[in-house]
């Protein structure tokens, strides 16, 4: 409903108290994202404490809780934005598009990003290669982004979301997709030795696509797809 302003215009419609209240978590939960890689990245994740996110955040530690169990879980959170990320974006791929290719474009839409969060992630990335306290909390990260991914393939595909035991093959694909992503993405942050210069986009690409290609003339067959 638009109202009268005192001045004769008109106001525009109150914002629904909803829709503030989830930015408004949205953006703690980003500010405390990201002040724990930024610590963790200054000073290395073991020397970071808790109390020291919530003030590099200005927020209240006891807020900190409500969002995080740990600080490895805050460190991390950037990886489990952009696996959610991935996920979204593929199942607003065509239909048309087969599960690979879906797959693909989903993940160069996620990394061509070029916003704060899509440097975070691989940020992230590179810290847990060389900080193993942080392995378990991305497995858990790359666990659920498998089970969400094998429900968005069963979706596509036309199977039973509800009933994984009908069919195996969204559970496999999402594994198997995944697995080679952490592969192509392992190789590819090797490339860079300088962690504030990105690398080479193109080369991501090429090193996906081989990969994808693999998956797609069959496993049998290694070496059919030149990389």
């Known amino acids: ?14 914002e629904p108290v909803a829709g503030r209240r989830e930015r408004k978590k949205q ?66 791929r065509p239909r048309t598009e087969t599960v690979l290719r879906a797959f693909r474009e989903a993940v160069m839409a996620v990394m061509n990003e070029s916003d704060t969060a899509s440097r975070d992630h691989i940020r992230a990335l590179r810290l847990i290669r060389s900080t193993p306290t942080l392995v378990p909390q991305q497995l858990a990260v790359l666990a659920a982004q498998e089970r969400a991914l094998a429900e968005a393939i069963a979706e596509r595909v036309g199977l039973p979301v509800a009933s994984p035991r009908d069919s195996i093959y969204p559970v496999v694909c999402a594994a198997a997709v995944l697995t080679s992503l952490r592969v192509v993405l392992d190789r ?40």
């Open 1 to 14: 409903m638009v109202r009268p302003t005192s001045d004769g215009g008109t106001a525009r419609p109150a």
């Open 27 to 92: 953006a703690t939960r980003a500010a405390l994202r990201e002040a724990a890689l930024r610590l963790s990245l200054r000073h290395g994740v073991e020397n970071v404490t808790v109390e020291q996110i919530a003030e590099e955040a200005d927020i209240a530690l006891r807020t900190f809780f409500n969002y995080f169990s740990s600080k490895e879980e805050a460190v991390v959170a950037s990886v489990s934005s952009a696996a959610q990320e991935l996920i979204t974006q593929f199942r607003a």
């Open 188 to 227: 590819w942050l090797q490339q860079s030795a300088d962690p504030d210069q990105p690398p080479d986009m193109t080369a991501l690409s090429r090193q996906f696509d081989a990969a994808i290609g693999e998956l797609a003339a069959g496993l049998d067959h290694p070496g059919r797809v030149s990389g």
